[in-house]
C-alpha cells in the first residue's frame, strides 16, 4: 500500500496521533510547524489584507494564535478574536501567550471588518452543530480559511452539521481526513493543503490506520505482455435475463471495453436475445450447471437486467460452485428483504437506494455503515455515489472522488460493474479489484465530456485503464 493515499479516519484517532508524537516531539513544536503552514498558505494564496483570526481554546486555537502571529511580522494586518481562553499551561495557552497584537470581540461585526477570516475555532474533532453566533459569523466572512476542517463540518464523516459557509481553502496537517473528500462537506473545504508538520511518519503508521483515498498507487493494475493471451488478460461471464437484455449487453461492453480477454453471456432460453449484439461476445445458452464446468470462467456477474425469479436460479448456483461473483442490480434487490443471501459472492455494488433497502439507511457515517455491512455479508461493498466507498470486510477503506457527475445516467452502473469483472478476471485481489473498477470507471467519465450516455463511456476505458496502469508504476 502507498502511504501517500493514506487518510486519518476519526477524531478518535488523530488525538491518539497527538499523544504518540508528544512523546517524540513537543506538541507546542508541532503546533508552532501548523500554524506556519497556515500562514504561508494564506500568503500564498491571497493579497495582503485585513485578517481576523478566530481562535477556540484547543489546540486548533493554539494553531491559530501561532498563525497570527507569522503573518503579523511579515506585515500583514492581523487581530485575533477568542471564543474562550486555551486551558492553562496546555500548548494552545503558550502559543496564546505569544501573540502581543490586537484582540477584538467575537462577533459578527469584527468578522465583516476583515478581508480574511481564518478559522481556527475547533477542526475536525466538532461532532455537534458549533452555536448560532459562531454560524452568523462564519457566513459573514468575506474569503473563508479553515484549519484542519472547516468548522460545522465533521472531519470523520464530512456532514454538514450547521448551515455553514463553504470555505476558500483549507490547511490540515500530515495526512488529509475523510470529510475533506466525502460529501456532502468535503467540497465545502475549498482547496485543500495537506501541510507536513514534522510528524514522524513510524507515529503514522503505528496507528493501523485503514483507510485511503482511491488513487491508482493503492492498487496496481496488470498491464499487457508480450505472451498475454485472452485467458491471462480474463474471462468474465454474465448471467443474463429475458426481460432487460440492454443491462447485461451493458456489462458486457464495458468488460470488454476495460481489456477482458473474453466476454461470456450466458443466456440460456434467452439466447437469441443476445446473438445480434457486438460480434466479438460469446452468448451462451447451455444450462449454467454445464458452463460451470468450464474452469476457466472464475468470474461472474450477476444481476445486471435480472428478475427476481433468474437471481434465484442463478446466484445461489454460482456461489455453491465456489465462483468469484460479483452481484448487482437485480441480485440486490433478490436480497434485499435478507442480505444474507449474498453471503458467498465476492463484491456488490449497491448506489444508496439499494444499500438502504439491504442494510438500512447509512445515516450521516456513511464509512462506517459500508464497513459493517462489507463484515456481515464478507464480501467488499462499493458504495455507489458522487463519492464512493469500497469497504472490505476485513476493515480497510477507500474513498473514490475521481469522478464524474455525468456518471448519474441509466446504465453507468452496468458498465462499472464490467469493470469490476475485468479487474477481477485479471487476477487483481477483490478489494482492489473494485477500488481500481470505481476509478477507471471515473475517469471514463471524466473523459466522456459532460452529457454521454452509458454507452458512450466503452470509447474511453482503453485510456482510462492506459492511464490507470501508468500512475500506477
Known sequence: M?????????????????????????????????GWAVARAVRRRFRPGRVLVLCGPGNNGGDGYVAARVLAEAGWPVAVAALGPPQEGSAAAMAANRWFGPMVPFSVDEVKRADIVIDAIFGAGLSRAPGAQIVDMLRAARHLVAIDMPTGISGGTGAVLADVPSAALTVTFVRRKPGHILTPGGPMCGDVICADIGMPEALVKEQGIRTWHNEPGLWHVPDMAAFSHKYSRGAVSLCAGGAMPGAARLAAAGARASGAGLVRISAGNNAAAYKLG??????????????????????????????????AASLPVLIAADRTVLADAGALGWASENPDRLRG?????????????????????????????????NAVVVMKGADTIIASPDGRAAINDHASPALATAGSGDTLAGIIGTMLAAGMPVWEACCAGV????????????????EDLDRFLGAARDKAVRLGL
Open 2 to 34: 502507498n502511504d501517500q493515499h493514506l487518510l486519518l479516519p476519526n477524531p478518535d484517532e488523530c488525538h491518539a496521533l497527538d499523544i504518540q508524537a508528544s512523546k517524540a516531539m513537543p506538541i507546542s513544536q508541532l503546533m508552532a510547524n501548523a
Open 278 to 311: 457486438a460480434p466479438g461476445l460469446i452468448v451462451d445458452d447451455a444450462p449454467l450447471e454445464t458452463l460451470l464446468k468450464d474452469d476457466r470462467r472464475r468470474v461472474w456477474i450477476c444481476g445486471p437486467g435480472l428478475t427476481a425469479d433468474e437471481v
Open 345 to 377: 459472492v465476492a463484491a456488490i455494488t449497491p448506489h444508496i437506494g439499494e444499500f438502504s433497502r439491504l442494510f438500512g439507511k447509512p445515516g450521516d457515517d456513511r464509512l462506517k455503515a459500508a464497513r459493517d455491512a462489507a463484515r456481515q455479508i
Open 439 to 454: 476509478w477507471i470507471h471515473g475517469e471514463a467519465g471524466l473523459r466522456a465530456g459532460d452529457w454521454p450516455i452509458a
